[in-house]
């Protein structure tokens, strides 16, 4: 199932990303650093959704309290009712 979330705090402003089998598939996000974050995506593809989460959450940029990584926990947490 493919899921949009709307990010805040941080530099994308949107995130892309489906869930298949409890794996996380084809994360694309909607602005900000452009290489990073296909990295990003691309480390995660296939990861348990729960793996995922417990690897992203709590990620800060700079003097953010929140990240792209952290953001995208909280768009899988979400997902996941």
Same mark, same amino acid.
């Given at each position: 199932? $493919?899921?949009?979330?709307?990010?805040?705090?941080?530099?994308?402003?949107?995130?892309?990303?489906?869930?298949?089998?409890?794996?996380?598939?084809?994360?694309?996000?909607?602005?900000?650093?452009?290489?990073?974050?296909?990295?990003?995506?691309?480390?995660?593809?296939?990861?348990?959704? $729960?793996?995922?989460?417990?690897?992203?959450?709590?990620?800060?940029?700079?003097?953010?309290?929140?990240?792209?990584?952290?953001?995208?926990?909280?768009?899988?947490?979400?997902?996941?009712?």
């Amino acid at each position: 199932m $493919q899921y949009t979330y709307q990010t805040s705090g941080t530099c994308s402003r949107e995130i892309l990303f489906e869930i298949e089998d409890g794996k996380v598939k084809n994360v694309q996000y909607i602005g900000g650093c452009n290489g990073n974050l296909k990295g990003i995506g691309a480390l995660i593809e296939g990861m348990d959704v $729960q793996d995922a989460i417990a690897r992203l959450e709590g990620i800060t940029c700079g003097p953010k309290n929140t990240s792209c990584p952290d953001q995208l926990a909280k768009a899988l947490k979400k997902a996941l009712g």
